[in-house]
């Protein structure tokens, strides 16, 4: 039997920040996928707080190609959307510097010949912002980034798992840390959630 390996990149959410036991999504996803098909995956969360989707590229470049994946799932992005309190000038990246390196990565991972499955972003939770929070994101950002994000997976000819207008209909609050890092309850829904959609598209 051949062994298949799982792939991730991401930001602090996908390496599994303020879970209480140390796991994260992706950990949790991974139990979820051994205890119906043992011994049949191992998993290589590449993920790294702070990135932003150039980061995303070039972690790729000499983290995805020189490995073999059979599966990687991208969830990155919030980290592009940082703003300072009381502006409308984004910090980081323009809409359409967005899309070229988003274009980048999802080329670079074709490469490879592993499945690719692209997630979108979860909402922030505004109110937990305090008046001394310098660096804020906004949900109108959120939005706007998810809509370019599945365009481009659209393209690409690649499956995008969409999720927000989920969580923005639940109590949120309750499932975060803070204003966007979600806790152990929140890193375990997200775990069932992949789990389900991958089942549901044939990928594990």
């Known amino acids: 039997m051949m062994i298949k390996c799982i792939g991730a ?3 602090s959410i996908t390496h599994g920040f303020y879970d209480d036991q140390n796991l994260g ?30 980061d995303a590229v ?21 980290n592009d959307l940082r703003r300072r309190k ?20 999802l080329t670079v991972l074709q490469k490879t010949g592993a ?15 305090t008046p001394e929070a ?13 809509r370019q994000i599945k365009e481009l997976c659209g393209q690409n000819n690649i499956p995008f798992f969409e999720r927000y207008p ?4 639940r109590n949120i609050e309750s499932l975060y840390k803070d204003a966007l890092h979600p806790n152990t309850q929140g890193h375990q829904l997200i775990a069932r959630q992949m789990f389900d959609f991958l089942k549901a598209e044939n990928l594990i």
């Open 134 to 146: 310098t660096l804020l994101r906004r949900n109108s950002d959120v939005e706007c980034y998810n």
């Open 166 to 169: 989920d969580w923005k209909d």
């Open 58 to 78: 070039h972690r790729s470049l000499y983290e995805v190609l020189s490995r073999h994946f059979d599966l990687i799932i991208v969830n990155i992005g919030i």
């Open 9 to 11: 990149i991401g930001d």
């Open 86 to 105: 009381n502006s409308d000038m984004q910090l980081d990246f323009s809409e359409g510097r967005r899309a070229e390196y988003w274009q980048q990565l």
């Open 25 to 54: 999504w992706f950990t949790r996803l991974g139990q979820m996928i051994l205890a119906e098909h043992s011994g049949e995956y191992v998993f290589n969360n590449m993920s790294q707080a702070g990135d932003t989707i150039a």
């Open 115 to 129: 499945k690719i499955v692209v997630t979108d972003l979860l909402p922030v939770v505004e109110s937990r912002y």
